[in-house]
């Protein structure tokens, strides 16, 4: 029986390789997303889904660059990702409000507005008040944007995936072993259901588990896993916008529950949430929140999500196999910059001209005396 070539493999079924699978596919390729477990089943399934490129960067600095330019491929994606797939995955434009707590937070939020005014517009205690009565009095200020978007992140993850499946994306339920190489190409990945794949080029997408082909791309790939936990709450009432404060937010989502986070554990590979993570998030969010005190909590959810050593992304090709490439260490941001991530990770395996300078997304960062 002959043997199936896909153009690309991708190792990891979360929301980058979906995008990337979904990237790859518009251009009529054979691809193969190789999954363990299933489609979204870690951090892109259980993510909060907050598409808010960050305040406050330097518009020249590479982040900022890259976070724009998801968003804007995010909005592309509204439009034709729902009829692609099938799947409504709650996308939606809301007031985006980043609230201070103390002087030196209203300070900087003072100072990043001076700079923007024509992007944020600036909410003084007796201004929140009328937008929202419902905050706490400790709540001095806020910045506020109208450009923030949101997902429902297993469903967006799902709707790339399935867009990508009616385009000749094959997904293949099994863990990669190991690989055989001829010369500077990987020519056979050998997967723990016991059949070969081969392929001409090939990406690792494997989210935090992406250091364990550091063998494979040549260099100890630094990411590890960053741990964060959400709750999900029943009310009798809404939250219409999203609301920011330090690393913590809240909203209703499209599932009518107001998701509440999170956390930053740096707790190695356990995904379980924690009794610890449920009395930290349920202490902010009531300090930012009173009336939530009287909320249902309906789940609690954990995930890992790909922290870099810098905190930004790596986008980037080996240079032991010519045919190998890794796009992964998205840290918090991984749903809102996951577009980029594929798309430009697909141009740069094409040898396309990429919409942005990848170059300061290499791992040789990592590698330079």
């Keep these: 029986m002959k043997k199936i070539i896909y153009d690309i493999a991708i190792i990891g079924g979360g929301i980058v390789g979906a995008s990337s699978a979904y990237y790859a596919s518009k251009k009529k390729l054979k691809i193969a997303i190789v999954e363990k477990d299933s489609v ?32 804007e491929l995010h909005k592309n994606l509204s439009n034709n990702l729902p009829k692609d797939s099938g799947i ?54 806020g910045l506020i944007s109208n450009f923030s978007s949101g997902v429902e ?65 040549g260099i ?17 009432e809404i939250l219409d916008k999203g609301f920011h404060w330090g690393p913590n937010y809240v909203t209703t989502k499209q599932d009518g529950l107001i998701w509440a986070g999170t956390t930053e554990e740096d707790v190695g590979f356990d995904e379980n ?5 449920l009395n930290n998030i349920l202490e902010s969010v009531l300090e930012i929140f009173p009336f939530l005190e009287e909320a249902q909590l309906v789940l609690q959810t954990a995930c890992l999500r790909p922290l870099s050593l810098d905190k930004i992304p790596i ?41 942005i300078d990848i170059s300061d997304f290499s791992h040789k960062r990592f590698t330079k005396v």
Excluded: C
């Design 40 to 71: 979204a089943s870690h951090a892109s399934g259980f993510a909060y889904g907050g598409i808010t490129p960050h305040i406050g960067l330097d518009p020249e600095s590479p982040y900022d660059k890259i976070s724009k330019y998801s968003y």
């Design 273 to 277: 949430p924690s009794n610890n993570g």
């Design 220 to 236: 100890e790939i630094p990411v590890k896993p960053l741990k964060g936990q959400i709750l999900r709450l029943k009310s009798n």
């Design 153 to 217: 992140p297993y469903k967006l993850t799902l709707a790339l995936a399935m867009a990508s499946e009616k385009q000749n994306t094959e997904i293949i339920n099994s863990e990669v072993i190991d690989f055989s190489s001829e010369g500077s190409e990987i020519k056979r990945i050998n997967l723990s259901n016991g059949n070969e794949l081969l392929s001409r080029k090939i990406l690792i997408a494997a989210g935090p588990w992406s250091k364990n082909f550091s063998q494979w791309f």
């Design 88 to 141: 409504d995955y709650g996308y939606k434009v809301y007031p985006n409000i980043e609230l201070s707590l103390n002087k030196k937070e209203e300070n900087k939020l003072k100072e990043i507005y001076e700079k923007n005014k024509t992007i944020y517009k600036w909410y003084d205690k007796e201004d929140l008040k009328k937008l929202e009565p419902r905050l706490s009095e400790k709540v001095l200020s």
């Design 315 to 355: 986008i980037s090709a080996s240079e032991k196999y010519k045919n190998l490439y890794l796009a992964s260490g998205t840290g918090r941001q991984g749903i809102l910059l996951a577009p980029a991530m594929g798309k430009l990770i697909v141009d740069h395996m094409l040898e396309e001209q990429t919409e």
